[in-house]
């Protein structure tokens, strides 16, 4: 049975409004709730609602044969709640059909899984606990921030109980192997690996409206025509994107829309291809080989590492000091100090500080709402500032009551 695996990842982060040094001390509002209202309204128009009743309608169209996921954060679920509920009550229809399964992921998007297995295992399941209360499902298979995975991240995932994870079918890992099979982890078998097909996932996520492509235009019948040319052998096929792809990125000018809505019928009436679900693929289909990935390996341009995220100074001073602070944060017991560092520690942040250029420069500038990565790091590290001082002066204060605490029960004593 040769299958197609339909995955999209959808997420905003709480974007940091214009912070600057004299802000220190005085304005503990770190995030720009007008723009992240108009982006959440822009974003849901051009994609999230036209993409999801093109989704809706093929369902209906083809019952249960018609099959796709969603990897959905924390933080875009809340802003689809408090400025696009359309959004939310679109999602929870497609839920409604039977055929959607929505994967885990960290709440916040972040990069917790590479430096603290504590607050990534708090973020999955704070994430899990979400999906329950809104969708009904408890997530079996995960997806980590980006895509991000190694040895050591997919043993924490499966000593969670989740029976597979996404990973970047990067030729370094797979060398002569193919990705369209499913895998399972070296260092923890039990666990399965669905590895991204990146060629034919980027011919519609980068590519499809560049007219200087040599395949310019992609119509669905030259789409199938390349999945009917894989290896007779190969079983599954994972495509996997941004669901801005839809609208956002590529705009629906292009045909996006179109393209999205005629490839199942061209799909099912020229291929032997059928869509599935991860967890219906794992059921369907037995792992030909362990992989492993003892370094880290993320779908991001073209080195398909971390260093979108963790390439410069900039980015790693910002990440070794937000982390830094972990424990302290913690100890407060504060939920709103706590819910502030969480929102700090997703992915967006750290990718607006990249100085890489050359072929993916321009993808991080259209992503970037700063002038430059030094604006975008200033800005951070003047809000970390205003926290740190904060999360101190709290726990100042906490120590100063459990010791009056001590003192007045020892004088009751004496």
């Known amino acids: 049975m040769k299958n197609i695996c339909f995955y999209f990842q959808v997420h905003q982060?709480?974007?940091?409004?214009?912070?600057?040094?004299?802000?220190?001390?005085?304005?503990?509002?770190?995030?720009?709730?007008?723009?992240?209202?108009?982006?959440?309204?822009?974003?849901?128009?051009?994609?999230?609602?036209?993409?999801?009743?093109?989704?809706?309608?093929?369902?209906?169209?083809?019952?249960?044969?018609?099959?796709?996921?969603?990897?959905i954060s924390g933080t875009a679920l809340e802003q689809f709640e408090k400025y696009t509920p359309e959004v939310l009550n679109s999602f929870k229809?497609?839920?409604?059909?039977?055929?959607?399964?929505?994967?885990?992921?960290?709440?916040?998007?972040?990069?917790?899984?590479?430096?603290?297995?504590?607050?990534?295992?708090?973020?999955?399941?704070?994430?899990?606990?979400?999906?329950?209360?809104?969708?009904?499902?408890?997530?079996?298979?995960?997806?980590?921030?980006?895509?991000?995975?190694?040895?050591?991240?997919?043993?924490?995932?499966?000593?969670?109980?989740?029976?597979?994870?996404?990973?970047?079918?990067?030729?370094?890992?797979?060398?002569?192997?193919?990705?369209?099979?499913?895998?399972?982890?070296?260092?923890?078998?039990?666990?399965?690996?669905?590895?991204?097909?990146?060629?034919?996932?980027?011919?519609i996520a980068f590519r499809f409206s560049n007219s200087s492509w040599g395949e310019w235009p992609l119509t669905v019948e030259k789409y199938v025509n390349w999945l009917n040319d894989l290896p007779a052998q190969d079983e599954i096929v994972n495509l996997f994107m941004d669901y801005e792809t839809f609208g956002e990125h590529q705009w629906e000018e292009s045909g996006i829309f179109r393209f999205l809505r005629s490839l199942p019928n061209q799909v099912y009436s020229h291929s032997q291809f059928n869509f599935v679900t991860p967890s219906e693929a794992i059921e369907q289909h037995a792992p030909v080989a362990s992989i492993s990935m003892p370094d880290h390996v993320s779908w991001a341009d073209e080195e398909r590492n971390l260093s979108a995220w963790l390439g410069n100074d900039l980015q790693d001073n910002a990440f070794e000091v937000l982390y830094g602070i972990e424990k302290k944060v913690k100890a407060t017991g504060d939920s709103k100090l706590l819910k502030e560092w969480r929102c700090m520690q997703t992915s967006d942040h750290f990718y607006y500080m990249c100085t890489k250029f050359f072929a993916d420069g321009d993808v991080h500038k259209y992503f970037n709402p700063y002038n430059s990565p030094y604006d975008a790091f200033i800005t951070y590290m003047n809000v970390f500032s205003d926290f740190e001082a904060r999360v101190n002066a709290f726990l100042l204060i906490k120590e100063q009551h459990k010791k009056q605490k001590q003192q007045n029960t020892s004088s009751a004593f004496n």
């Open 13 to 71: 982060p709480f974007r940091m409004r214009p912070y600057h040094f004299f802000d220190i001390g005085n304005n503990d509002n770190y995030f720009d709730e007008t723009k992240n209202g108009d982006i959440a309204r822009k974003v849901a128009n051009k994609c999230y609602l036209p993409a999801n009743q093109v989704l809706l309608e093929l369902i209906r169209e083809y019952g249960t044969r018609f099959k796709i996921s969603f990897s």
């Open 93 to 203: 229809e497609l839920a409604s059909t039977g055929c959607v399964e929505f994967l885990g992921e960290t709440y916040y998007h972040s990069l917790s899984s590479l430096i603290s297995a504590d607050e990534f295992r708090e973020q999955v399941k704070e994430h899990t606990r979400k999906i329950e209360s809104l969708f009904g499902q408890t997530p079996k298979v995960f997806r980590n921030t980006e895509l991000i995975y190694s040895d050591k991240i997919g043993d924490v995932i499966s000593n969670m109980g989740f029976k597979a994870m996404l990973a970047e079918g990067a030729d370094r890992v797979l060398g002569w192997k193919s990705p369209n099979y499913l895998y399972c982890s070296a260092s923890s078998p039990q666990l399965k690996l669905f590895l991204k097909n990146y060629r034919l996932s980027d011919d």
